[in-house]
């Protein structure tokens, strides 16, 4: 079969644990003998990423600047533990951190719909798209173990001009203190981004924050967001796209009692948090598909999960694990569908979709990993091992460009 050619590099970022074997399987069966595709490769297993000290992932990000699309693997975010486990220099930073200090924007977190899979949440029919800032608070903090009694202080330096300071607690006793912070350039791109994402697929855009509580430092994120909607104020009517600011309590009751079909605006932490409890809420970890948009255009593509350690494990055992490749396929057709549509070569858009529909059309037709099979109207008689998920997909991808040449 003469493969597809794509024209311009994807940047590649392997990962980790189950994921990393679900990429080598997902390459291998469902891309590379389908599409002539030059990828540039970077490893950001855990083990190399210790090897290079982490310019590893620096040098991945600066080739998405350069390339404008790329595939990333979920990675170990190293703690105590990891260190010990893969005998690491130290516990290096979230990879995602570092590409995302690099990259700023806003992370999109979207998840996948089947027919056959009823949300947890009844009353969700639509999609709800999570936008997650993608820069500072405690993903970019400085943090210090207060030993006892003494004061502790935020102080800014200007460049010229007296310092500001303000007591943050005097303690007493032992303690602890976070520093963090952000910046309006971020605050703004994230605010811009998340507005022509609403507008583009014509969904209300929610956004919330704790600005009763924090005046400042959310207050600060309320007022940005409202200044670059209303800049858009003519945009946004046009598309018939409603703006609504909550605060963060009362967002997730309404996105809880909400029938979906919004693109849900985050803070960083927020968005962390909330895009997993969305993904839960509709089925499974799996089945969520994850871009972050950088303010200069490029993308970053990744599942919304971790590395399924504890599958791993059981891998790592030679026992059969069921794990969801769903949100790993989507990440790479994702890729695809951009590189298409940056270097405007359809064959390439329209290959990145119909392994979509393969993998919507697999589950749909009852081939289902573990994770699934609680929610799934019917219930398959058995599930899928990870291997046969993917099997059953790239058998069904097959017939489908047969199908087309037929045609
Ligand atoms: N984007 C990323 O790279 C990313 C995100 C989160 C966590 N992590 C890393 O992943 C590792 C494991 O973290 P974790 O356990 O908190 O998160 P996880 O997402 O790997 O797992 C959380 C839970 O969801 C289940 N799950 C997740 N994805 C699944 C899938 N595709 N199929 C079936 N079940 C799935 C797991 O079995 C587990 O019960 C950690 O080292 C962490 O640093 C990476």
Avoid at 46 to 63: G, I, P
Avoid at 115 to 123: A, D, E, G, L, Q
Avoid at 141 to 157: A, I, N, Q
Avoid at 379 to 398: G, V
């Amino acid at each position: 079969m003469a493969k597809i050619p794509v024209k311009n590099v994807i940047v590649e970022m392997d990962g980790d644990e189950m994921t990393r074997i679900m990429w080598k399987l997902t390459k291998d069966k469902l891309i590379f003998p389908f599409l002539d595709i030059k990828c540039e490769y970077y490893d950001l297993g855990v083990e190399y990423r210790d090897k290079t000290d982490d310019q590893v992932t620096k040098d991945a990000a600066s080739a998405i600047k350069k390339h404008g699309v790329g595939v990333k693997c979920a990675t170990i975010t190293p703690d105590e533990k990891r260190v010990v486990e893969y005998k690491l220099k130290k516990a290096w930073g979230s990879p995602n951190g570092t590409i995302r200090s690099i990259l700023d924007g806003t992370v999109f977190r979207k998840p996948i719909i089947v027919k056959n899979i009823k949300p947890f949440v009844r009353t969700w029919k639509k999609p709800i798209v999570v936008a997650r800032h993608a820069y500072g608070d405690i993903y970019k903090s400085s943090e210090m173990v207060v030993p006892g009694e003494g004061k502790t202080e935020l102080v800014f330096t200007p460049k010229s001009g007296d310092k500001k300071s303000v007591v943050i607690h005097d303690f007493t006793g032992a303690g602890v203190i976070m520093g963090i912070h952000n910046t309006e350039k971020s605050i703004r791109a994230f605010a811009k981004t998340a507005i022509t994402y609403a507008i583009a697929e014509k969904l209300p855009l929610w956004f919330g924050t704790k600005d009763t509580i924090s005046k400042t430092y959310h207050g600060y994120f309320k007022r940005l967001f409202q200044e670059e909607v209303d800049k858009r104020q003519e945009d946004l009517k046009k598309a018939g796209v409603e703006y609504k600011y909550f605060l963060i309590d009362d967002a997730v009751a309404q996105v809880v009692k909400s029938e979906g079909g919004f693109v849900w605006a985050c803070k960083n932490y927020d968005g962390d948090v909330m895009s997993d409890m969305v993904a839960t809420g509709f089925g499974s970890l799996g089945m969520m598909t994850s871009v972050l948009l950088s303010p200069d255009g490029h993308y970053e593509y990744e599942a919304a999960h971790g590395t399924v350690q504890r599958h791993y494990y059981e891998h790592l055992k030679g026992n059969p694990t069921s794990t969801n490749s769903v949100a790993t396929i989507f990440a790479w057709t994702g890729a695809i569908t951009k590189r298409g549509e940056l270097d405007k070569t359809p064959a390439v858009t329209d290959f990145a979709r119909k392994m979509e529909e393969a993998v919507i059309e697999t589950i749909e037709g009852g081939t289902m990993t573990k994770d699934l099979m609680a929610m799934a109207e019917p219930k398959p008689a058995k599930h899928a091992s990870t291997e046969e998920f993917i099997d059953a997909i790239a058998a069904r991808l097959q017939q489908k460009i047969a199908k087309n040449k037929e045609l």
